[in-house]
Nanobody, 113 residues
């Protein structure tokens, strides 16, 4: 299983970013996919997940600002993030529990105040 994340960068507070994760080696249509993040000194935390049926779950800290979506043709999962604030600064990881626990390499998101 390979998860290739992209789309991170630096943005000012109030700005937007879209992260993308391309999955291979997984039966994508059947796989729950998710995004987690880890800020320096903090534990890795769930940001959003989406099941194979399209059901979504969001951390309270991002509800209303973040949307997770999936494309079962391209085997990709996206994380649209709006109204970003400095507390969103972290390394963001793509994740799937399908067949085990697999993590992407992470992509840095930095929000400046």
């Amino acid at each position: 299983v390979q998860l290739q994340a992209s789309g991170g960068g630096t943005v000012q507070a109030g700005g937007s970013l879209t992260l993308s994760c391309a999955a291979s080696g997984v039966n994508f249509r059947l796989a729950t996919m998710g995004w987690y993040r880890q800020a320096p000194g903090n534990q890795r935390e769930m940001v959003a997940t989406i099941t194979s049926a399209g059901y979504t779950n969001y951390a309270d800290s991002v509800k209303g600002r973040v949307t997770i979506s999936r494309n079962n043709v391209r085997n990709t999962v996206a994380l649209q993030m709006n109204n970003l604030n400095p507390e969103d600064t972290a390394v963001y990881y793509c994740y799937t529990p399908w067949g085990g626990k697999y993590w992407g390499q992470g992509t840095q998101v930095t929000v400046s105040s």
